[in-house]
């Protein structure tokens, strides 16, 4: 039987919660010393394989921003070309949040058990293959399949993305270095977005089966690009294959000039139960992670939201509150898209300082940018300060995003990584679908509308609560990451 206590990836003495089976794993095998993957992964630091890999990885945040502000755009063109009805236009915008819960779940729970690039490849694959078939739907039935489909790709694209970076990183700068994530994510795909739907209209029609065509493009370029990458060799070592660990450990070494230790790579395996997707779910229910998990779910299902109400409602409201055309609406929303800039370089300093006091701050800065932007439109009716407004929302919710992902991956061990964040999206993709099917209801009064913008802007205050009160053993602020639960101190509150 191990005993109560073992020392975690930091060298610190943290309790046990259940006994184990004996592991033999960390023996010190023949023919030389030893190393940790925490050691392995120090030596080499960080170099052009991180750079290659974050900018890869980047494409998982691209993906589902450029599907939420693509759909933001074409979606009342799609209204207007096949009659759709209010309803009928509300569940368009939900199908993007139910085909990306579904992916979710899917692709964390196969992650998991089959490992990381499996999921690191497909997801991106499907994401290209019906995303190209949604520009030549004949219908708005088989239009909401392919979506749907689309989107169980787009799902997965986070929760694998983010996690196989997090198992690369080195612990200094770890967190800003997400924060980058996010930005090589967002950026390209606000503009790109708003880009697609500028040059897609023309004469005052927008060509949605166009841009939901280019659309795709990327994603079929970043699925080739991604077979270049190796599996996580932090999954590997927990499943006991040492020497495949041990080798893509050297090749991430040489690719950023760097010598890897010399001698054996050890670690812990993971008993085959935890590698089944039931007891990986009790898991992140269990006491280890009880308390941080609830309130997980709970600022996810918040942010994204009001995050998806806002960006859903913001074209709506420049053209029927501000009188604007198509194709300036599209020239207002980049402008828009500036703010996330400033929000995100704060983001990279703050994070470091304390992940749960950033992200607090963030999102409050989220609620006053939707209250700015509702004064600005349904009371002042003022362009230029509904810009400025959105400018506020936009750096307020990435800079909230890049950090609450962080959070997400950080906290729950390398056995149950991408499950949990998976669960974490469901509630997140709920919050998403929920709200555009209320705004695409509502929208048709300006009362419930200016109602639905307050509701967005408490959303973001309501998640200040769950985020302050985070537990501190949560926050990975300058600590490594860990691999298996039992190396978590119950963490009850």
Not at 147 to 165: N, Q, S
Not at 194 to 209: C, H
Not at 311 to 340: D, H, N, Q, R, Y
Not at 446 to 474: E, N, Q, W
Request: aromatic share 10%; net charge neutral.
């Amino acid at each position: 039987m191990a005993s109560a206590e073992e020392p975690d990836g930091d060298g610190n003495l943290l309790a046990k919660t259940q006994p184990r089976s004996p592991d033999t794993t960390s023996e010190v095998l023949p023919g030389g010393g030893t190393f940790t993957f925490e050691q392995a992964v120090e030596q080499i630091g960080f170099g052009r394989f991180h750079v290659f890999l974050m900018i890869v990885c980047g494409f998982g945040w691209f993906a589902e921003i450029l599907e939420l502000v693509v759909l933001a755009f074409v979606a009342p063109a799609i209204q207007s070309d096949l009659n759709l009805s209010s309803v009928e236009y509300g569940l368009l915008g939900s199908s993007s949040f139910i085909g990306m819960a579904i992916g979710a779940v899917f692709w964390g729970a196969l992650s998991d058990r089959f490992g990381r690039f499996i999921g690191f490849t497909c997801t991106t694959a499907m994401t290209f293959v019906f995303s190209v078939a949604s520009a030549f739907a004949p219908n708005y039935g088989v239009l909401l399949l392919f979506r749907i489909l689309a989107c169980v790709g787009v799902g997965g694209t986070l929760p694998v993305d983010y996690a196989h970076l997090v198992e690369f990183l080195p612990v200094k700068g770890r967190g800003r270095n997400m924060a980058i994530v996010d930005g090589i994510g967002v950026l390209p795909a606000l503009f790109l977005g708003s880009l697609l739907a500028y040059f897609g209209t023309v004469d005052g029609t927008t060509n949605w089966r166009l841009i939901l065509g280019v659309e795709s493009v990327p994603a079929g370029i970043f699925t080739l690009i991604r077979f270049f990458i190796p599996e996580s060799p932090r999954y590997l070592l927990n499943l006991n294959r040492r020497e495949e660990a041990t080798n893509v450990l050297r090749r991430v070494a040489r690719m950023c000039g760097k010598e890897a230790p010399q001698g054996h790579l050890v670690g812990h395996a993971t008993d085959l139960e935890t590698r089944n997707p039931l007891a990986r779910f009790r898991e992140i229910l269990s006491p280890e992670v009880r308390s941080t998990t609830w309130r997980i779910w709970l600022m996810a299902f918040c942010a994204q939201f009001a995050s998806a109400g806002f960006v859903f409602a913001m074209p709506k409201l420049f053209e029927s509150e501000l009188g604007l055309p198509p194709k300036k609406v599209s020239l207002m929303i980049l402008l828009g898209v500036v703010g996330v800039i400033p929000g995100l370089v704060i983001a990279f300093f703050a994070i470091e300082w304390s992940r749960k006091k950033s992200v607090s701050v963030f999102y409050l800065a989220s609620a006053v940018g939707v209250a700015l932007f509702a004064v600005a439109t349904m009371a002042a009716g003022n362009v230029e300060f509904a810009v400025a407004a959105s400018m506020v929302a936009r750096g307020g919710m990435e800079g909230m995003f890049s950090i609450l992902n962080t959070i997400r991956v950080e906290v729950y061990p390398t056995t149950n990584r991408i499950t949990a964040m998976g669960t974490s999206q469901v509630f997140y993709n709920i919050g998403g679908a929920i709200t555009t099917l209320i705004f695409g209801a509502m929208s048709g009064s300006r009362t419930l509308a200016a109602v639905c913008l307050s509701i967005y802007a408490g959303a973001y205050a309501l998640s200040v609560l769950p985020a302050l009160t985070l537990p501190a053993k949560s926050d990975y602020a300058g600590r490594a990451v860990l691999d298996r639960i039992t190396q978590l101190v119950p963490i009850n509150v």
